[in-house]
């Protein structure tokens, strides 16, 4: 016997409203406690390092983004979001301009 979506029934309906009704108290109640859910906001201490390590060897212009994220171990979407936290500016045209001069 396959699976079917159930139709939405009043008692269905109701029943779901009553759920919601009760998260979003139990939620309130936490922030008025003092508690926050979700994920934290920000680096962790290993991360911060990654970010300094990156920034560094960025700055360098001797490696290219894909050798850096290879040396530390992440990935290349990680190395610019590190760079970004670091206030670094991307882009090849900076790093070309940085070379000529």
Do not use: F, W
Request: glycine share 6%; with cysteine; charged share 25%.
């Amino acid at each position: 016997m396959a699976y079917c979506c159930p139709k939405r029934s009043l008692n269905h309906l109701i029943y779901y409203a009553s759920i919601r009704e009760r998260t979003m108290a139990g939620l309130k109640s936490a922030r008025d406690r003092g508690r926050m859910g979700g994920r934290p906001k920000g680096l962790s201490v290993k991360a911060k390092r990654n970010a300094c390590s990156a920034e560094a060897l960025y700055n360098q212009n001797e490696l290219t983004s894909a050798e850096i994220a290879d040396q530390l171990d992440i990935s290349k979407t990680t190395l610019y979001k590190y760079l970004r936290t670091r206030n670094v500016k991307i882009g090849s045209l900076s790093k070309s301009l940085d070379v000529i001069s």
